[in-house]
């Protein structure tokens, strides 16, 4: 059973960075492939970024040129740097993660954390 808890986030104005990261529990954090999604009230939670248990990254459009995402294995930790936040980035940040290759969907995902809150004004 893998467990995760994110840190960070937090509230910043329109243009500023945050990061956030997702520590996970388990030997074998480095064969996982991990994820962020963020969600809004009313909303369905959706993909921002993933990172594969080889590095390889991929990013929603609203994500690209602007967020990275990383892992460091010996730390069983992944990380999203956040840069030139906008307002409609605010959300909760879940991390989420499963075993090997990685998906996009939600319920692909069994694994997930309590979320952490990104508010950005304006």
């Known amino acids: 059973q893998v467990q995760l808890v994110e840190s960070g986030g937090g509230s910043v104005q329109a243009g500023g960075s945050l990061s956030v990261a997702c520590a996970a529990s388990?030997?074998?954090?480095?064969?996982?492939?991990m994820a962020w999604f963020r969600q809004v009230p009313e909303k369905e939670r959706e993909f921002v970024a993933s990172?594969?248990?080889?590095?390889?990254?991929a990013y929603a459009d609203s994500a690209k040129g602007r967020f990275t995402i990383s892992r460091d294995n010996a730390k069983n930790t992944m990380y999203l740097q956040m840069n030139s936040l906008k307002p409609g980035d605010t959300a909760v940040y879940y991390c989420?993660?499963?075993?090997?290759?990685?998906?996009?969907?939600?319920?692909?995902?069994?694994?997930w954390g309590q979320g952490t809150q990104v508010t950005v004004s304006a």
């Open positions: 990172v594969r248990y080889d590095a390889y990254t």
């Open positions: 388990g030997r074998t954090f480095s064969s996982y492939c």
């Open positions: 989420a993660a499963r075993y090997a290759n990685c998906r996009v969907k939600e319920n692909e995902f069994p694994h």
